[in-house]
T-cell receptor
């Protein structure tokens, strides 16, 4: 298996633009997670899905952020409109059995909002 | 609310040294504790997972211990190598269907 795949790997955009991050989990994994990592706050869980259904979105910072999982092999995280404080590395991860078991992380998308 | 602390934030050691990385958590009612490694510009890689009923787990030169009652875990790295240079993150889970709560990590540099 190729592992968790994320695209793009790097994104530079201007404030106010829409940003869409993409993730393909490991095949057969029932859980998908979106994280954000910054120097100040560390790694924070934004939202996670179980069998394509959002379970916990309490970490989504505000209405500008939205996430979807239309099928078992694809998820998106969208920021609209983007702001400079959204600059961070965004990781997608997946796990097989439960959110408490081993999670497998993608390489991340490094986002810079100017 | 569970909080995970890793101190110090950075550590530099000479090659060959045995070292211990510390992790503390505030709520001792955990389901498991996990250690991850993160290389610069990369995602996280799972190293070890210790269930709440276990005291330690070993993988090669790595040994992780867990003391739930005191809210502490340690990651022991034997005979450190420059290739061990990375950031090591600790995460705890409070229930089977609960999410991971991460510490901010310890950035380790092993000098040749």
């Amino acid at each position: 298996d190729a592992g968790v795949i994320q695209s793009p790997r790097h994104e530079v955009t201007e404030m106010g633009q829409e940003v869409t991050l993409r993730c393909k989990p490991i095949s057969g994994h029932d859980y998908l997670f979106w994280y954000r990592q910054t120097m100040m706050r560390g790694l924070e869980l934004l939202i996670y899905f179980n069998n394509n259904v959002p379970i916990d979105d309490s970490g989504m910072p505000e209405d500008r952020f939205s996430a979807k999982m239309p099928n078992a092999s694809f998820s998106t995280l969208k920021i609209q409109p983007s702001e400079p404080r959204d600059s961070a590395v965004y990781f997608c991860a997946s796990s097989l059995i439960s959110p408490g078991e081993t999670q497998y992380f993608g390489p991340g998308t490094r986002l810079l909002v100017l | 609310k569970q909080e995970v602390t890793q101190i110090p934030a950075a550590l530099s050691v000479p090659e060959g040294e045995n070292l211990v990385l510390n992790c503390s958590f505030t709520d001792s009612a955990i389901y498991n504790l996990q250690w991850f490694r993160q290389d610069p510009g990369k995602g996280l890689t799972s190293l070890l997972l210790i269930q709440s009923s276990q005291r330690e787990q070993t993988s090669g030169r790595l040994n992780a211990s867990l003391d739930k009652s005191s809210g502490r875990s340690t990651l022991y790295i034997a005979a450190s190598q420059p290739g061990d240079s990375a950031t090591y993150l600790c995460a705890v889970v409070t229930g089977a269907n609960s999410k991971l709560t991460f510490g901010k990590g310890i950035t380790l540099s092993v000098r040749p």
